[in-house]
């Protein structure tokens, strides 16, 4: 079966930090470029950042970078999120996504998605 599974979500405060992992079953990921979106309650999903096949190429959204660093390990079928310096506003349930032979992450170009996993930012 193929698929991705997030892991890493919790229960946060303000300024804290949490690595989600994204690992894959069925497919390796090495063709593919990994994506990782979020969707706040009552908001649409939104882009959070995105890695190319080579690891050698990242983007983040503007209300993330500078806090969170993407990353992948092939050997492991795993790609990482690391989030750090947390706010209120990145609470939400958090996927992870991968594109074949593509290098840009849109909502509607992944080819496969993982089922999410909750972030809440709360005190």
């Known amino acids: 079966q193929l698929q991705l599974v997030e892991s890493g979500g919790g229960v946060v405060q303000p300024g804290g930090s949490l690595r989600l992992s994204c690992a894959a079953s069925g497919f390796t990921l090495d063709y593919y470029a990994i994506g990782w979106f979020r969707q706040a309650p009552g908001k649409e999903r939104e882009g959070v950042s995105c890695i190319s096949i080579s690891g050698g190429t990242t983007n983040y959204a503007d209300s993330v970078k500078g806090r969170f660093t993407i990353s992948r390990d092939n050997a492991k079928n795993t790609a990482f999120l690391q989030m750090n310096s947390l706010k209120p506003e990145d609470t939400g349930v958090y996927y992870c996504?991968?594109?074949?032979?593509?290098?840009?992450?849109?909502?509607?170009?992944?080819?496969?998605w993982g089922k999410g996993t909750l972030v809440t930012v709360s005190s």
């Open positions: 996504a991968a594109t074949y032979m593509r290098n840009a992450c849109t909502n509607s170009g992944m080819n496969y």
